[in-house]
């Protein structure tokens, strides 16, 4: 994939590894979500194993990345469903893909990441009828402007915040996290609002597991 000018290699098998240790190291920062690939059978093996670990409280999904059809998924939505596990999904360009999981397994917990891209008003529209279904604001997608349109769109309670740090890193180790923090703090809405926003609407699906 090839990235503001570099190209980086994609590794289609996700490795949990890496934040299994993290979680380990600082127990006290850290949560986890277990990424899976549908497409890799001993992948899907692997969510159930690690959601046992201290610390993994979801399931991260990259049909875009991983370049496959939002159905194949199918199994891990039931599963998720089934205990009461959020996922956390970056859509692909699939038509309509961001009402498949929602129509078939309407108890599921699911966040479109960087508020629903490609999809944006589209997504935001259907969502609005899914009380199940949240977007973040993570990403260097976004801006202030979409971030408000979406919180305009859906309201406060459907909005999680997101930063995707380290992604967007200007350097090593030296992530700042203030900028899209403040497209939340500058919202034209309560203090109260934001907090749900900021936090309280993620704990809040934390506490329905």
């Avoid at 900028?179 to 809405?189: F, G, P, R, S």
Wanted: aromatic share 14%; with cysteine.
């Amino acid at each position: 994939m090839k990235l503001y000018g570099n190209s980086y290699k994609i590794f289609t098998k996700p490795s949990n590894d890496i934040v299994a240790a993290a979680i380990d190291r600082f127990p006290d920062r850290f949560l986890g979500w277990v990424t899976v690939n549908p497409m890799i059978p001993e992948s899907v093996d692997e969510v159930e194993l690690y959601l046992t670990k201290p610390g993994f409280i979801g399931v991260k999904a990259h049909p875009f990345i991983h370049a496959y059809s939002i159905k194949a998924l199918s199994p891990v939505a039931a599963m998720c469903e089934s205990k009461g596990i959020p996922m956390i999904i970056h859509l692909s360009s699939e038509l309509d893909s961001y009402k498949y999981l929602p129509e078939n397994y309407p108890k599921l917990k699911l966040i479109y990441a960087h508020a629903g891209i490609p999809f944006w008003k589209k997504l935001w529209k259907y969502v609005r009828d899914q009380p199940n279904v949240f977007i973040d604001t993570s990403s260097d997608y976004l801006n202030p402007s979409i971030v408000k349109q979406a919180v305009d769109s859906l309201g406060y309670r459907k909005i999680l915040y997101g930063c995707d740090g380290p992604y967007g890193m200007k350097k090593f180790n030296k992530y700042d996290y203030s900028t899209k923090k403040n497209w939340i703090e500058t919202l034209q809405i309560s203090d109260n609002q934001k907090e749900f926003i900021l936090g309280k609407n993620f704990l809040g699906l934390l506490r329905i597991l």
